[in-house]
Structure formats: C-alpha cells, structure tokens
Nanobody, 125 residues
Framework: QVLLVESGGGLVQAGGSLRLSCAAS????????????WGWFRQAPGKEREFVAS????????NYADSVKGRFTISRDNAKNTAYLQMNSLKPEDTALYFC??????????????WGQGTQVTVSS
C-alpha cells in the first residue's frame, strides 16, 4: 500500500514563505519512467481542485500553473521518495488545502494514482 504524507503547511502572512514536503512510503517509484512524477494540487473552500506544479522523476522537468510561476518551486529527492514545494511571496489567494500526488505527470488530477491527505496553507492579508 502506497502512502503519501504531506507536511509543512501552516499560517503565514502575505509575502511570507512556506515549504511543503510529501514523503512516500510503501513503494519505491521507478525514476526511469519518463512520463511519471509528482504533482501538487490545491483546493480552496467552495472551489474545484486545481493544478499547481508537477515534476518528472527521471529528469526533473517541471511545470507550473500560471498563477504560481516565479513564486513556487517544485523539487524532488528520488533517493528519499520525497517531493517538495517551496512557496514564496505568498498571497491570500494561495490559501487552500494542498495535496501531493504521484503518477503520470499532467495538469489533470485524474492522471495521478496516489494522493496524500493534504496540508492546509493559510495566508493572512
């Protein structure tokens, strides 16, 4: 059974930073699969889940939603089976429950096979 556990969420003032982590256990993911990797998504109250960023296990190629480009950075440590999301210059509109996922890299949440339970990020103005 694969388990993804996010951590690092919390309350921060606008302009501040947070670093989210997502650790996987129960399975070592193949880092040779070109189309596979990590994704981060978020869901604000009353809104649908939206794509934030993704990164391939094989070559580290990343992709970002326009709303976070230049402020967020996704990274991974294949040896530790862990993904990270560094969030800088946070805005109140970044407030959401953040989820990590593992599977086929895409902006579509349906492509991911494994999901964490989420970590709350709240940005005060």
């Amino acid at each position: 059974q694969v388990l993804l556990v996010e951590s690092g969420g919390g309350l921060v003032q606008a302009g501040g930073s947070l670093r989210l982590s997502c650790a996987a256990s129960g399975r070592t993911f193949s880092t040779y699969a070109y189309t596979m990797g990590w994704g981060w998504f978020r869901q604000a109250p009353g809104k649908e889940r939206e794509f934030v960023a993704s990164i391939r296990w094989s070559n580290g190629r990343s992709n970002y939603a326009d709303s976070v480009k230049g402020r967020f950075t996704i990274s991974r440590d294949n040896a530790k089976n862990t993904a990270y999301l560094q969030m800088n210059s946070l805005k109140p509109e970044d407030t959401a429950l953040y989820f990590c996922a593992a599977g086929r890299v895409s902006g579509d949440s349906e492509e991911y096979s494994y999901w964490g339970q989420g970590t709350q990020v709240t940005v005060s103005s």
